[in-house]
């Protein structure tokens, strides 16, 4: 075994190292205030981020995506990457990965090694869960991370925007996104405030509730529609299940999610354990006692309801428009 993790930990060195022979940006993170005295090259822009100052190259061909977050935020500005998580970028398009040939480099936790082995010029995460190995990844090419949450995803997406020289594109995409918000509100009209759109997401063991603070809660309320009470405090939010923008439901409280509609989406990793997970709901004794159920207004959706940016955004919002306005 120790002879196995050696060779690997040399394997992963030698590529760190090769990658570094390439890539000569990688110290310019955090670069004291006398290096910026110095001209900068035109092939390279100092980017600030949230582990201090990198030179970027300006035109980057070889872009890794170590999170889902920053993925979805290079792809919705037409960045082609050549690395990224594999699961989160299916779950918003599975044709991604297919059509534009991404590698999978795994996610919590990343695989390094497979991140050097693309040799990339411009590695973007967040510090949620790369912020110890930056040091390393910075070795590999210039690496950015930025802080994300879900109330802040916009900030996270024009953030990202600038470190691929693609702010004005990122400001496109918002303002199609607000203007698909007033269409919707416009079409709407009266039945906005009077219905009533709630989301659940079962898992194996636990049903789970979003606040107005977690990702799709944020949409809802710029979409303007009503929500349940059980979904617009977050007094009931704990810390383990991420703060206070969800909390686990009580079965015997599952009559908290009624509504005129209701959104649900069985988080996992496969089709056979959500079908399980939907009949274990299906069986629930409150289930059937349920109005949305009663009058068939239940909608299966899938995992960007949960997170995390600029094209999750817009699924929910096609969502909206197929089910409460009956538009595809």
């Not at 082995?117 to 930025?146: C, F, M, Q, R």
């Amino acid at each position: 075994m120790y002879r196995v993790l050696r060779v690997s930990l040399i394997s992963l060195l030698t590529l760190v190292l090769i990658s570094s022979c390439t890539y000569p940006f990688r110290k310019a993170a955090t670069p004291h205030r006398g290096s910026l005295e110095k001209p900068i090259s035109a092939t390279v822009r100092l980017v600030k981020h949230a582990m201090g100052e990198t030179l970027v190259p300006v035109n980057a061909k070889r872009i890794v995506a170590l999170d889902p977050f920053l993925a979805e935020d290079a792809l919705a500005l037409g960045v082609k990457l050549v690395g990224a998580p594999q699961k989160t970028l299916s779950e918003l398009q599975p044709c991604y990965n297919q059509c534009l040939n991404i590698k999978d480099i795994g996610w919590r936790p990343t695989n390094i090694e497979r991140v050097a082995a693309l040799k990339p010029d411009l590695i973007l995460g967040s510090t949620i869960d790369n912020k110890e190995t930056y040091k390393l990844l910075s070795h590999i090419a210039p690496t950015v991370l930025y802080k994300y949450s879900f109330e802040e995803w916009k900030d996270t997406f024009l953030q990202a925007a600038n470190a691929l020289g693609k702010t004005e594109s990122a400001q496109i995409v918002l303002a199609k996104y607000n203007a698909r918000l007033a269409q919707f509100k416009a079409k709407m009209g009266s039945k906005l405030q009077k219905t009533i759109v709630s989301f659940l997401s079962p898992r194996p063991e636990i049903m789970v509730v979003f606040t107005k603070k977690s990702f799709s809660g944020l949409i809802l309320k710029e979409a303007g529609v009503a929500r349940p009470t059980s979904q617009m405090s977050d007094k009931e939010a704990t810390p383990g299940k991420g703060g206070n923008i969800a909390y686990n439901l009580s079965r015997e409280l599952l009559v908290d999610v009624d509504g005129d509609v209701l959104f649900v989406s069985p988080t996992s990793t496969t089709n056979t354990t959500s079908q399980r997970v939907l009949q274990k709901l299906r069986s629930e004794p409150l289930w059937s006692k349920l109005k949305v159920v009663q009058q068939g207004k239940v909608y299966l959706v899938r995992d960007y309801w949960i997170c995390c940016g600029s094209i999750a955004a817009n699924r929910v919002l096609d969502d909206l428009f197929k089910y409460l306005l009956n538009q595809s």
